[in-house]
């Protein structure tokens, strides 16, 4: 009974084996070539990759470019790289259509071209991407490739921010810091600062300092000040470190080294 | 010769002598850095991303990134509004720590192996190293250190005799002369903002 259990048991595993290589071969070598990517043995994870993009699958289109651009395992060539994000980015996956549009934008391994741009990221942005999203807010901050539409950046940043990017949501406590494509609100700054802060983000953490140091859309709070800008100024932020000697100076020994413990004890939030 | 000779020549100029590097120390920091770098890189369960992450840490605190950016746009920094130097210097530095963590950082196996140490001009030192791989051939790098305020700090680095700062200064001249330093924040925002290797499917 015992012994035909297992046999059965056997048979089925083979079966199932050799169905799931059968069905999805291309499956099987993405992941080898993703094991030796994360181990760091880029020319395995070329090697792997390189002929299931050939044979059009997207996702490995988009990592053979990711590979070319960063030149691992393989020199670094942009054009290389935004070939492969072009075909992937047709074929409709998302990333590859971001990063296209970021060639498209610096003109890295293609001709620059914001409309081209704009148009990619709507699409990779409708389908959810955040980081498309908030390039998107840029260009319509910035007037690139069309014209400047502070409102638009703003629900650009709006949608961004509100899937946890921390980048859009720097961004939108500048908005609501100048009333700059929306009304001016300096509680809602300190909302949307403190969660990119949260995440880590230097600038956010800066900019979070000085609400806290001028009490502006927050209660006054000298240590939460330095705390915050002394994170900021640990990455290497420069008008943070400007701020963190200002702060310092005016606070004591004492009360630096409280900030300073504080800020050592700190741990960023996932997203 | 003519670029190394230059290099020489830019660095050289202009700068306030510091107070004398002790011997050897640059090697050691040097050292100090890689054997931090090494223990991320012997570090099991980590990600690709957060080994990458770590290494951005090691260089950030190895970098002088506010001397190699300036260096890098030279008199163009004048030019720039006080926003506009702050955007780039930001900009710039996180540029310089993801394209060198993601140059340097991921390798499996990777060693560092120091060579030589040699002064370079009035203020400076260059420590030779060897960075050797388990596959591929080994790289070249050398990294030109210099004391600023009392501590040790890279100002630029030559991969296999190409320098990183005169690169970077070449590329961007003739981007700056085009569209400004406007131009280039755009530029180096684009090459941040870009998304990394990826196992998600379409959706």
């Known amino acids: 009974m015992k012994n035909t259990n297992s046999a059965a048991l056997g048979l089925i595993a083979a079966a199932a084996l050799i169905l799931s290589v059968w069905v999805s071969p291309a499956r099987a070598d993405f992941e080898a070539g993703w094991q030796a990517y994360q181990r760091g043995d880029f020319a395995a994870a070329l090697k792997e990759w390189r002929p299931l993009a050939q044979s059009n699958d997207a996702r490995a289109q988009y990592n053979l470019g990711i590979l070319y651009d960063q030149g691992k395992g393989v020199d670094s060539d942009f054009e290389q790289a935004t070939a492969w994000w072009q075909k992937a980015a047709l074929a409709g996956y998302a990333p590859a259509q971001h990063n296209l549009a970021s060639s498209l934008i610096s003109g890295d391994g293609v001709e620059q071209d914001y409309k081209a741009a704009l148009e990619w990221l709507n699409k990779a942005s409708d389908k959810g991407l955040a980081r498309s999203s908030y390039t998107l807010g840029k260009m319509y901050h910035y007037g690139l490739g069309v014209t400047k539409d502070v409102e638009r950046a703003f629900a650009q940043f709006l949608k961004a921010g509100e899937q946890g990017y921390a980048r859009a949501q720097y961004n939108l406590g500048k908005t609501y810091r100048d009333g700059d494509g929306t009304e001016k609100n300096l509680v809602e700054a300190v909302k949307w600062y403190r969660k990119a802060a949260e995440q880590g983000y230097a600038k956010a953490q800066s900019s979070l300092g000085v609400r806290y140091a001028r009490g502006e859309g927050v209660a006054k709070d000298e240590m939460q000040a330095l705390m915050w800008t002394i994170l900021a100024a640990n990455q290497g932020l420069k008008r943070a470190v400007d701020d963190r000697a200002y702060l310092a100076k005016s606070m004591g020994p004492e009360k630096l080294a409280k900030a300073e413990k504080l800020a050592a004890d700190w741990k960023p939030t996932a997203k | 010769m003519f670029m190394f000779v230059l290099v020489g020549a830019m660095f050289g100029a202009g700068t306030i002598a510091q107070a004398e590097a002790e011997s050897g120390g640059a090697s050691r920091f040097i050292r100090d850095l890689g054997d931090q770098a090494i223990q991320v890189l012997q570090t099991p ?154 196992t998600a499917m379409a959706k």
Not at chain 2, 102 to 111: I, L, T
């Open chain 2, 45 to 198: 369960d980590l990600t690709l991303e957060q080994r990458e992450d770590r290494f951005r840490d090691i260089l950030r605190q190895g970098f002088n990134l506010d001397f190699i950016g300036r260096f890098v746009i030279g008199n163009h920094w004048r030019k720039a509004s006080a926003q506009q130097q702050a955007d780039y210097q930001q900009l710039f530095g996180e540029y310089i720590l993801q394209t060198y963590a993601s140059r340097f950082g991921g390798y499996a196996g990777e060693k560092l192996a120091i060579s030589e140490e040699k002064p370079a001009g009035k203020t400076d030192v260059v420590v030779r190293t060897r960075i050797n791989r388990p596959s591929g051939s080994p790289i070249n790098a050398d990294w030109r250190v210099r004391v600023t305020d009392g501590r040790y700090g890279i100002i630029d680095v030559m991969v296999q005799g190409v320098s990183m700062v005169l690169t970077h200064r070449q590329e961007f001249s003739g981007l700056i002369k085009k569209s400004g330093v406007k131009g280039l924040i755009q530029l180096l925002s684009a090459r941040v903002d870009k998304l990394p290797a990826t």
